[in-house]
T-cell receptor, first 113, second 112 residues
Framework: GENVEQHPSTLSVQEGDSAVIKCTYS??????FPWYKQELGKGPQLIID?????GEKKDQRIAVTLNKTAKHFSLHITETQPEDSAVYFC????????????FGKGTKLTVNP | DAGVIQSPRHEVTEMGQEVTLRCKPI?????LFWYRQTMMRGLELLIY????????DSGMPEDRFSAKMPNASFSTLKIQPSEPRDSAVYFC??????????FGSGTQLSVL
């Protein structure tokens, strides 16, 4: 089955800096890659996703890139703010196949003011 | 819409007791997922339903775990008997056509 590896497990940046979180997946058939943000005491919330027919997607300060050949995808947050502090999860799934969404172990991002 | 509603928010029980976690999905959503979150294993999918029918329960750890979805607006996850290693945060999520998942706030379970 699918296996998703996520790095780093913790990341600390200064406010205004950029943050990058990287994930690799094992199943070459995976074609849907969402990112979720989890704040303390809450459930994960989708912040951006990308499908395999696209190499990059942006939404304001957040961008995701996908390299299907290397089977890795990354989340980029620019101009970080203290409210970006949270745990971020990447995930992968084969659309049209099993509906299982397999998550990475998460990255705890701390943005220092 | 109030989102996915889970109850209770916190549950403390003793080993051997039965535990029932409850979930009300978002109205109109046809998929419901149960996840378990621990520090060691991250977010694990336990079981998911489509139109109230269990589709894949391969993530259910043992026969002590069972899940039901008697109608489109309610699901339960039961652990009987509970063990200390079941301590975790249990999330319910719902979606339309298994696309964007909407998670509840979770149930923090502690088995002493």
């Amino acid at each position: 089955g699918e296996n998703v590896e996520q790095h780093p497990s913790t990341l600390s940046v200064q406010e205004g800096d950029s943050a990058v979180i990287k994930c690799t997946y094992s199943d070459s058939a995976s074609n849907y890659f969402p990112w979720y943000k989890q704040e303390l005491g809450k459930g994960p919330q989708l912040i951006i996703d990308i499908r395999s027919n696209v190499g990059e997607k942006k939404d304001q300060r957040i961008a995701v890139t996908l390299n299907k050949t290397a089977k890795h995808f990354s989340l980029h947050i620019t101009e970080t703010q203290p409210e970006d502090s949270a745990v971020y999860f990447c995930a992968a799934r084969v659309e049209g196949g099993s509906e299982k969404l397999v998550f990475g172990k998460g990255t705890k991002l701390t943005v220092n003011p | 819409d109030a989102g996915v509603i889970q109850s209770p928010r916190h549950e403390v029980t003793e080993m051997g007791q039965e535990v029932t976690l409850r979930c009300k999905p978002i109205s109109g959503h046809d998929y419901l997922f149960w996840y378990r979150q621990t520090m060691m294993r991250g977010l694990e999918l336990l079981i998911y339903f489509n139109n109230n029918v269990p589709i894949d329960d391969s993530g259910m750890p043992e026969d002590r775990f069972s899940a039901k979805m008697p109608n489109a607006s309610f699901s339960t996850l039961k652990i009987q008997p509970s063990e200390p290693r079941d301590s975790a945060v249990y999330f319910c999520a719902s979606s339309v056509r298994s696309e964007k998942l909407f998670f509840g706030s979770g149930t923090q379970l502690s088995v002493l």
